[in-house]
């Protein structure tokens, strides 16, 4: 196993999960009085494996169809789309 892919994937998803949705999710389920916070920490675990997983395999044969740098771009626009729809309809 490549040592620096390795941290660099972990510092890139390290970051990028940092004060997200899923995050913010979390944070209010483990701070709901009666839940097991473990079974929160597992929980939220499991779905970020799960949900990395499917990244990995959906990703790997994308890039089969679609070159990477389409992808990047793609996936930039949609960040910009949705930037500025939530910046649009948080005035509303």
Do not use: H, Y
């Given at each position: 196993?490549?040592?620096?892919?390795?941290?660099?994937?972990?510092?890139?998803?390290?970051?990028?999960?940092?004060?997200?949705?899923?995050?913010?999710?979390?944070?209010?389920?483990?701070?709901q009085e009666g839940l097991n916070k473990a079974a929160v920490f597992v929980g939220a675990s499991c779905a970020l494996v799960l949900a990395c997983l499917l990244a990995v395999v959906?990703?790997?044969?994308?890039?089969?169809?679609?070159?990477?740098?389409?992808?990047?771009?793609?996936?930039?626009?949609?960040?910009?789309?949705?930037?500025?729809?939530?910046?649009?309809?948080?005035?509303?």
């Amino acid at each position: 196993m490549n040592f620096k892919m390795l941290s660099t994937v972990f510092v890139s998803i390290f970051l990028a999960e940092l004060g997200d949705k899923t995050q913010i999710a979390t944070l209010i389920l483990a701070s709901q009085e009666g839940l097991n916070k473990a079974a929160v920490f597992v929980g939220a675990s499991c779905a970020l494996v799960l949900a990395c997983l499917l990244a990995v395999v959906i990703g790997s044969q994308f890039s089969r169809f679609v070159s990477p740098q389409v992808l990047k771009i793609v996936a930039g626009i949609g960040f910009i789309l949705l930037g500025t729809w939530i910046l649009v309809t948080a005035r509303a």
